[in-house]
């Protein structure tokens, strides 16, 4: 295992939302609606880490390694499969993977509520889990399946400039997907589109 100690940011994260809007947003909204049950997929689920920091908060992803049969190589939350230990829940699935992955302990998350289930096309389907953690924290790599981690201000995803469609070709079809690039870094696929969905209802006044 890989250990990480995450620090407190600098930089700007406006606009600057705390865990209170979160919490009023998520608390608002229908909770995880699901696909349709006709659409078939595996179910799995991702956890949404939020960290508030002293200019708002930032959310927490990680670079996965590039020998990993599914996403190698991509930036994405914490997550995976849900396994018969999780007895079909997608919040503990959620935590679970994330300390598996990252080493950081359910404890230590404060779990809001559940977004709308989305289906990838590699064929899961994932339940986004939102969870609030206060800094600071100190990290586990599980080396195998992690790279890194690092954190991006909600504000920069908030920002339009910040963000573009682009097409990909992936198993000989053609997708759009939303990008970003942060320090280095390229977000896109699900992961993108969750944050941006994200960022962009409460950008719109929801909380």
Do not use: K
């Amino acid at each position: 295992m890989v250990q990480t100690t995450i620090p407190i940011q600098a930089g700007s994260a406006q606009p600057a939302w705390r865990a209170l809007d979160v919490t009023r947003w998520v608390a608002a909204r229908p909770h995880g609606v699901p696909l349709s049950p006709d659409l078939d997929g595996t179910p799995a689920a991702v956890l949404i880490p939020l960290i508030e920091r002293e200019d708002g908060l930032w959310v927490l992803l990680t670079q996965r390694t590039a020998h990993l049969a599914h996403h190698p190589g991509q930036v994405s939350f914490p997550g995976g499969r849900l396994e018969d230990s999780d007895e079909g829940d997608p919040i503990a699935c959620a935590l679970r993977e994330t300390e598996e992955e990252i080493g950081l302990t359910q404890d230590r998350v404060s779990v809001l509520g559940r977004l709308d289930e989305r289906l990838t096309g590699t064929g899961f389907r994932v339940t986004p889990v939102i969870g609030i953690i206060q800094p600071p924290f100190t990290l586990e790599l599980d080396a195998f399946e992690v790279a890194e981690v690092f954190e991006v201000p909600l504000g920069f995803i908030a920002n339009p400039d910040n963000r573009s469609r682009q097409t990909r070709v992936y198993d000989g079809r053609e997708r759009t997907h939303w990008h970003l690039s942060w320090q280095g870094r390229t977000i896109w696929g699900l992961t993108a589109a969750i944050l941006v969905g994200l960022v962009d209802e409460l950008a719109s006044g929801a909380v």
